[in-house]
């Protein structure tokens, strides 16, 4: 089923437009066709019922209730230096299922902030597109840069990945009980020495994963993953 974000609903109908209406026609929807509107939180399945000049007009058949997960995960990612790279790890971030997501300025990373905040635009629209294509009800949070320093483990979990640490591995982990994880991915030439320590120092768990050293867009992916299958209560 396709999915497409309304600009508005009255009653049991939704009313779609502009990009979303392109994308409609582009798939060839016909009458009496069913579609998924996402819509504050929830997906619903609809038929289309007119296709307008300017707007189609989609009824509500049945409300999905597509899981959002109860845990809450923040992925700091330190910014590529090839943005292109950041794009592909927001798209399956929002996959798999995180809440937050916050670019990291580090040492080592992509530092030109009007170029990060500019890719902003871009990050949302690959956020929304992967939530349709995911079937994914609620909207990724992106937060504006932050410099490494200034991060605080406000999370129940915080996890640093660190493919140097003598740290825990994934299954040193208790996962139980959780409502919120954080964890910070490092840029494509890791952190320095005297930043994992600082983020040590300030309570964030280093976490090796096993068996390898893995890019830094492969970590980000296998960490979410492995955090949102085991830590959902
Ligand atoms: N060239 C760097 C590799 C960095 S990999 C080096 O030699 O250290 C980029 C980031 O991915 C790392 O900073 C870390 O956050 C994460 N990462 C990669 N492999 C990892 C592993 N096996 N365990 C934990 N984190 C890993």
Redesign the pocket.
């Known amino acids: 089923m396709h999915l497409f974000f309304p600009f508005q609903r009255k009653g049991n109908f939704f009313y779609i437009s502009g990009s979303e209406y392109k994308h409609l026609k582009v798939r060839r929807i016909r009458f009496g066709e069913e579609i998924g509107i996402i819509y504050k939180n929830r997906v619903y399945k609809c038929v289309l019922k007119e296709k307008g000049k300017e707007y189609a007009i989609a009824e509500i058949v049945s409300v999905l209730e597509p899981e959002i997960p109860n845990i809450e995960l923040t992925l700091y990612q ?1 910014v590529t230096h090839n943005l292109q790279t950041m794009d592909f790890i927001i798209q399956k971030a929002v996959e798999l299922g995180i809440a937050h997501f916050t670019p990291l300025i580090t040492e080592r990373s992509f530092k030109n902030i009007h170029a990060i905040e500019k890719r902003e635009v871009r990050w949302k629209k690959i956020a929304t597109e992967a939530m349709k294509q995911s079937g994914r009800p609620n909207f990724l949070k992106i937060n504006p840069p932050q410099n490494l320093e200034d991060l605080e483990p406000n999370c129940e979990l915080n996890i ?6 003598e740290g825990l591995t994934v299954k040193e982990l208790t996962f139980e009980n959780l409502q919120s994880v954080s964890v ?8 320095s020495k005297k930043e994992t320590d600082l983020l040590r120092r300030k309570g964030f768990i280093p ?10 867009e ?3 992916v296998a ?1 979410i993953s492995i955090i949102m299958n085991f830590a959902d209560p």
């Open positions: 330190a640093l990945l660190d493919n140097f640490s910070i991915v490092g840029p494509e030439g890791g952190f976490v090796r994963l096993k068996p390898y050293v893995l890019r830094t492969t970590a980000a960490a």
